[in-house]
């Protein structure tokens, strides 16, 4: 059976900063998205250890404890537009 993005739930279930300039994201299916870290201004300011300290909302939402911003799965996909289409 053929399963599209938007029939699929996609989950975060991690975020993970040990790769050098990324940002890598476990999903609840297995699969892993690595992002450089230089998209995310706000994120690439703060130092590794801030960086971990993050809440994963709804299974889709990111907030981090020392940033203003929230991100989305769909930012570290590169369809920041789409999120709002759920």
């Given at each position: 059976m053929k399963?599209?993005?938007k029939d699929a739930t996609i989950c975060i279930e991690k975020?993970?900063?040990?790769?050098?300039?990324?940002?890598?994201?476990?999903?609840?299916?297995?699969?892993?998205?690595?992002?450089?870290?230089?998209?995310?201004?706000?994120?690439?300011?703060l130092p590794v250890e801030k960086r971990k300290k993050y809440t994963i909302v709804d299974d889709r939402t990111v907030l981090f404890l020392y940033s203003d911003s929230v991100y989305h799965l769909?930012?570290?996909?590169?369809?920041?537009?789409?999120?709002?289409?759920?």
């Open positions: 399963t599209t993005l975020l993970n900063f040990d790769i050098a300039g990324k940002i890598s994201l476990k999903l609840e299916d297995g699969r892993i998205i690595i992002v450089p870290i230089k998209y995310f201004p706000d994120l690439q300011k769909e930012d570290f996909m590169g369809l920041e537009n789409k999120w709002r289409e759920r």
